[in-house]
């Protein structure tokens, strides 16, 4: 059997850590109880376990278990603050304001919502990836209801101003919604500090299972109405009807409690690869960075390279690596990235891209022939390119 190429995919998804699958294996067959059924002892195991995971998710972002409200993902809880507060704010204002590197989750949303007469102001992006904040402070208008703006951008890894926004949208009286998928366990996140009145969670780029996620939903000052978009049972008080899926719930909250237990020296493990990557890459011409040198997620490292075809690239380095050009949600298709397009490149440009995510599992051997496959590709493919 051939060996499998080093996955270097991580802000695509994460495998599930074992000590998270142990977690959640008692809760498919022994623990099997509905968490709704509050009469007997398999209702209490279940409903025991989702409040302790709600508890290590209200931890990990300074908010209160209460306010934690499960969804099967992130892209659910983003289509659950966008439209819900949409529907509930309606009469206040149908103004919302969104940055053109968004996730499809929250672009898509706000595209629905303006087929409904809502009208959307699309922030653009500085060459680094990040905000102006002055632009931002010029699109509030009386009708503004809402600004969704995502914590770590899930291709160039980009970390935006949380704080500042927050600031800037409290002073407003306007609600803020972030998308922190990428975010949750890697960095500090802290929904009181920077005024963040919705947060959409996910577990599997932290090492927890698929089909789970979570909206944090401000119930003080202010108090966020939402309404539901899925109705049927009342569940997670009435903003999100379904029976709790209690094993990826469990799952979720196990991969949040080793993700914050080892956050400060993973981060800066990853760094360091992360560093050592870019250096060896580097040292070829035609090499150019996407997105802000520093103020990134740790094991991200978003690359444009000249002078190649951007599918004989991902061709060649496939058989050592798995790496991809842009989203994951949005690989099917064949458009060139939106994200790099708005940092001002072309579609050739964005095309040559390769974006690294290094994770927990990789090694220093690992970056190593990572780094010498990719050096070697560029080389042979620009070769070629001067021979025709």
């Known amino acids: 059997m051939s060996q499998r190429p080093i996955y270097l995919d991580s802000h695509a998804t994460t495998p599930v850590d074992e000590r998270v699958l142990t977690a959640m294996l008692p809760y498919f067959s022994e623990h099997f109880g509905n968490p709704s059924s509050i009469n007997h002892l398999y209702g209490w195991e279940a409903e025991a376990a989702v409040k302790q995971t709600r508890e290590f998710l209200a931890v990990a972002i300074n908010a209160t278990p209460e306010e934690i409200v499960f969804t099967s993902g992130a892209t659910e809880a983003n289509n659950l603050a966008i439209k819900g507060v949409a529907e509930a704010y309606f009469q206040k204002g149908q103004h919302i304001i969104t940055v053109v590197t968004e996730h499809s989750a929250v672009l898509d949303p706000c595209k629905y919502l303006k087929t409904l007469g809502f009208e959307i102001t699309i922030l653009s992006v500085k060459k680094d990836g990040l905000i102006d904040l002055t632009e931002l402070e010029k699109a509030f208008r009386p009708d503004t209801i809402l600004v969704s703006v995502m914590a770590a951008n899930n291709e160039i890894g980009v970390l935006q101003p949380l704080a500042e926004i927050g600031t800037l949208c409290r002073d407003r009286n306007v609600l803020f919604h972030t998308d922190a998928a990428q975010a949750i366990g890697k960095i500090l996140l802290d929904v009181q500090a920077m005024k963040i009145d919705m947060m959409s969670l996910t577990a599997h780029k932290v090492y927890g299972p698929k089909g789970i996620g979570a909206l944090y939903v401000r119930r003080r000052n202010p108090r966020v109405q939402l309404a539901p978009q899925q109705h049927g049972g009342g569940h997670e008080r009435g903003m999100r009807s379904g029976t709790l899926y209690t094993p990826q719930i469990v799952g979720f909250g196990k991969a949040i409690e080793i993700a914050l237990e080892e956050q ?54 496939q058989p050592v690596m798995a790496v991809s050009s842009g989203s994951a949600c949005s690989s099917v298709t064949i458009a060139p990235s939106h994200v790099l397009m708005a940092l001002g490149h072309s579609e050739q440009q964005a095309y040559a891209s390769i974006r690294f995510g290094i994770g927990r599992f990789n090694t220093l051997e690992e970056i190593d022939k990572v780094a010498k496959h990719t050096v070697s590709t560029i080389k042979s493919l620009r070769k070629q390119t001067l021979k025709v």
């Open 264 to 317: 400060a020296r993973e981060n800066q493990r990853l760094t360091q690869l992360r560093q050592r990557l870019w250096k060896k890459l580097s040292q070829l011409e035609g090499i150019h960075l996407n997105g802000h040198p520093t103020q990134r997620l740790p094991g991200n490292l978003n690359l444009t390279v000249e002078g190649v075809d951007g599918s004989a690239l991902l061709l060649g380095l």
